[in-house]
């Protein structure tokens, strides 16, 4: 069974700019949350989405946004790009809500 | 503010002895808790879970134990093994809630 993958694995971007990253959960799971790493903060919940309702939303500002499609596939958006937002950012689903979590390798995102 | 605390950020322990890492929480609405190894450009690999009605489990080399009085679990490795250094997560999972709470890690090195 194929994991989370996530890409792209690598992005640059410049201050100002918006970005988009994708995950595809693990085949028949239906929870996707994700997760922002930083060295200073370390890991950080963004938000869940379960059958393409965001159930719950971490303390980030209306710059980040996501969705869920009817296949389970999720993407995040960061709109208005800032240095702060460089992180790695990771993605994990499972197979229900409060179910044990299956990351994804992540997006290495650099804002310059 | 810190719900969950991991406050070695590093421990160093011989090949074949047991390695130990604590975690400590504030929030007694936790109710579930997982231990998660990183390597370094991978996302978090689950290790091992327990719930709050439980006090110790236990999956091969790994074993956690849960004091929910003093809000402290702890991740034994038995034997350590050159593959288990990483960094080490543990999170924490709150009643009705799918969000990981995570602490900051303990790089665990296992030397020869």
């Known amino acids: 069974k194929a994991g989370v993958t996530q890409t792209p694995r690598y992005l640059i971007k410049t201050r100002g700019q918006q970005v988009t990253l994708s995950c595809s959960p693990i085949?028949?799971?239906?929870?996707v949350s994700w997760y922002q790493q930083t060295p200073g903060q370390g890991l950080q919940f963004l938000f869940e989405y379960f059958s393409e309702t965001q159930r719950n939303k971490g303390n980030f500002p209306g710059r980040f946004s996501g969705r869920q499609f009817s296949n389970s596939r999720s993407e995040m958006n960061v709109s208005t790009l800032e240095l702060g937002d460089s992180a790695l950012y990771l993605c994990?689903?499972?197979?229900?809500?409060?179910?044990?979590?299956?990351f994804g390798a992540g997006t290495r995102l650099s804002v310059l | 503010d810190q719900q969950v605390k991991q406050n070695s950020p590093s421990l160093s322990v011989q090949e074949g002895r047991i390695s130990i890492l604590n975690c400590d929480y504030t929030n007694s609405m936790f109710d579930y808790f997982l231990w998660y190894k990183k390597y370094p450009a991978e996302g978090p690999t689950f290790l091992i879970s327990i719930s709050s009605i439980k006090d110790k489990n236990e999956d091969g080399r790994f074993t956690v134990f849960l004091n929910k009085s003093a809000k402290h679990l702890s991740l034994h490795i038995v034997p350590s093994q050159p593959g288990d250094s990483a960094v080490y997560f543990c999170?924490?999972?709150?009643?009705?809630?799918?969000?990981?709470?995570f602490g900051q890690g303990t790089r665990l090195t296992i030397n020869p």
């Open positions: 999170a924490a999972m709150g009643q009705g809630a799918q969000k990981l709470v």
């Open positions: 085949s028949g799971h239906r929870s």
């Open positions: 994990a689903s499972s197979s229900r809500p409060r179910a044990i979590q299956y």
